[in-house]
């Protein structure tokens, strides 16, 4: 059973929107659940938001969101002791898979260029925040 000890906390990530930690050790494996591109301290969305507050669409930089999603997940290993060449799985969620699919590769790719992490990627159509994409990870240190 898992306790709060094992939840990690990072200062150079955001804050989860919802009541639950965005990342939590359990033995050698690192899990991170809902880690988009908003900023650590201003919550500023990089490239853009994808929606105004009355709900209509936005243009916005997915390449610009999905490195700086990356980067929220790094820093959060990196609280953990972990570093993305830990990374062991990628669950990708896109919510708007015919728009972004290609840029969200190009970056995905620069990063994970010597990552061999299985990964999915996910159409859905929205997210909590207006973000165009979310990544969860597992990392294993062992």
Known sequence: MSSDEDVIVSENAPVAVGAYPHARRVGDFVFLSGVGPRQPITNDIPGGAIKDKDGN????????????CIL?????????????????????FLVDM??????YNEVYGRFFTNIQATRTTLAITALPTPIAVEMKVIANLG
């Open 98 to 103: 015919d728009r972004d699919f290609e840029g």
């Open 57 to 68: 669409p936005l243009d916005y930089d997915i390449r610009a969101q999905t490195e700086a």
């Open 72 to 92: 929220n997940i790094e820093a959060i290993l990196k609280s953990s002791g972990a570093k993305l060449e830990d990374i062991v799985d990628v669950t990708s």
